[in-house]
């Protein structure tokens, strides 16, 4: 049997604690996910490093092929939050404690739970380094390893990326906040209540993001939330871009642009935060089209979306590709040059947006991908890049965009998804984090294509 090694990604736990507390994780005892210690074996059938979407959705798939006992996830946090509900939070439509769950609850029964933090790859020898210091290897002709690892967020571990300087210190201040990170999130509603006037700014960075329409939906929350509370006529609303269109796919940009024109909104395209400012609550931003040239903008309240990119442990290993990326073909998800490894999620160079739904229809297609190399046969299904962004637009809005690798939509409804609905909002707020916590992560659901295919009489 082939061995299989899958590369995936997992939350954002930890992307700010560590730099608010500036301080080193201690070094984590093995143990089961009941908690109880236990001695690590040198070698898994399956291996999954950090449980996140990805790892733990592919656990409970690879559970079901060789057994928990032949399995282990490596992971150091314990907690696995729902990330996509944090839109929802730092609006105050839902409670940062209904996005999170505890790890042992997700990790499926049975998986041994080694809770440490991978430190090193090395997919020539078939081994990982945890911060134990201990070695697990993967014999090569007879085992399946899944390596899962999420992309980590703010600077300091980036070392090939700028830090926006001020950050993260600046978030001990009030009217600055992030919905990207469990202990920022709740900043974010913080200051949208105590705003009173002046400027409310949001941003995008210049590098890759997870769910690149996240950065906008505070900003339309914001909006409405101004509206009902009476100050909307003392708010100033900027989107600093560094993109260069309002959404990557025409037709759900077309409806945000009039959503933006309707609402007297102000976007700024090719704008890049470099500093925050928070003693004098003034944000620094350069012109991406005029090297050099910035201008400082004040405000009453900020919301930051931060650089983000590939964890240096994968970045720094043979298994990244030259921007740091897990270099795998996009439509099998296997590596592109060992054939025992395999990737899924945010930590890919896999074109297309890095979001839970687009998690859900790769663990689909690599599945059946694993389960054909476990044959030795050639694997036959195909991932098209499918993706979702559920765009928030109010309180009880959403535009659900849909769309493939080639930016064309791809929608599972037999109806118009760029048009704002109640019903894509009920979906989003309660329909979603149900499918996420019964069926995504314990290895049922993998995309809408089969819905799809039905919704639209098998014309797609």
Not at 91 to 98: D, Y
Not at 148 to 159: A, G, I, N, Q, R
Not at 187 to 203: H, S, Y
Not at 326 to 349: A, M, R, S, W
Request: glycine content about 8%; overall charge positive.
């Amino acid at each position: 049997m082939t061995p299989l090694v899958m590369v995936t990604s997992c939350p954002p736990t930890r992307l700010l604690a560590s730099l608010l507390h500036r301080g080193t994780q201690q070094a984590s005892k093995f143990q089961l996910h009941t908690g109880t210690p236990c001695a690590v074996k040198d070698y898994y059938e399956v291996l999954v490093l950090g449980g996140g979407c990805g790892g733990i959705a592919m656990t409970s798939r690879m559970k079901k092929k060789v057994g928990a006992e032949n399995i282990a996830i490596i992971e150091p946090s314990e907690k696995h939050f729902y990330q996509p509900l944090w839109t929802l939070v730092g609006a105050g439509a839902k409670q940062l404690s209904s996005s999170g769950r505890s790890m042992a609850s997700v990790i499926p029964s049975g998986v041994e739970w080694i809770k440490s933090r991978v430190v090193d790859l090395e997919p020539d020898k078939n081994c990982v380094y945890i911060d134990t210091g201990k070695e697990v290897t993967y014999p090569f002709r007879t085992l399946p390893v899944s390596l899962s690892y999420k992309v980590k967020f703010f600077l300091p571990s980036l070392s090939n990326l700028i830090q926006i300087k001020g950050l993260p210190e600046g978030f001990r201040y009030p009217k600055i906040g992030s919905n990207y990170s469990s202990k920022t999130v709740e900043k974010t509603w913080k200051a949208l209540q105590d705003f009173k006037e002046g400027n409310a700014v949001f941003t995008f960075p210049n590098t890759p993001i997870k769910c690149a329409g996240a950065p906008q939906k505070i900003m339309y929350l914001s909006e409405a939330y101004f509206r009902k509370t009476g100050k909307r006529s003392y708010a100033n609303i900027i989107f600093n871009t560094s993109l260069g269109a309002i959404f990557g796919v025409k037709k759900y940009a077309d409806a945000l642009e009039e959503i933006i024109k309707a609402r007297n909104l102000q976007v700024n395209y090719r704008e890049n935060l470099i500093e925050v400012r928070p003693d004098k609550q003034e944000a620094v931003f350069e012109n991406l089209d005029s090297p050099g040239e910035t201008k400082v903008i004040s405000y009453e309240m900020l919301h930051v979306t931060p650089p983000m990119g590939p964890p240096d442990v994968i970045r720094e290993s043979p298994v990244a590709d030259a921007a740091g990326w897990v270099d795998v073909d996009k439509e099998t998800l296997q590596h592109k040059k060992y054939p025992n490894i395999f990737g899924i999620g945010d930590c890919t160079n896999l074109p297309t947006s890095k979001t839970a739904a687009a998690i859900a229809a790769q663990s689909g297609i690599l599945d059946k991908t694993i389960s054909k190399i476990m044959r030795n046969e050639k694997p036959v299904n195909k991932y098209d890049g499918y993706t979702s962004c559920p765009l928030v637009t109010n309180y009880n809005r959403v535009i659900l965009a849909e769309f493939d690798y080639s930016a064309q939509p791809l929608e599972t409804f037999p109806f118009d998804q760029s048009k704002e609905r109640l019903s894509m909002y009920v979906m989003k707020a309660d329909m979603m984090p149900f499918l996420y916590w019964n069926g995504l992560l314990k290895g049922y659901w993998g995309g809408p294509a089969i819905l799809r295919k039905v919704l639209h009489l098998g014309r797609i």
